[in-house]
């Protein structure tokens, strides 16, 4: 449950970040923000629940995996959103 939990505060920051990247001055900036934010997070509560136990850690994993999984059915793949007003994935350069 806490590896759902992280990856769900992880990837609702990646969402946040893609979402405004369009209206700030600086983008790379804001990325390498929220990358570095996020893997703080990542890092820090995986070593918290690990308790120094590779069960754990695997078992945080999963829950982190499975987190991304549900977002991806409940939100849709990014080929099939709209973002900055141009269809992802569908450029046709």
Aim: glycine share 10%; proline share 1%; net charge positive.
């Amino acid at each position: 449950m806490v590896g759902a939990a992280i990856g769900a505060i992880y990837f609702a920051g990646l969402w946040e970040t893609v979402r405004k990247l369009s209206e700030t001055n600086k983008p790379f900036r804001r990325v390498v923000l929220s990358f570095a934010l996020r893997m703080i997070l990542l890092i820090s509560g995986f070593y918290l629940v690990m308790q120094g136990e590779w069960e754990r850690l695997v078992a945080a994993m999963i829950g982190l995996i499975l987190a991304r999984e549900f977002l991806v059915r409940k939100l849709g793949h990014a080929s099939n959103r709209f973002i900055g007003g141009i269809s992802y994935g569908n450029r046709r350069h």
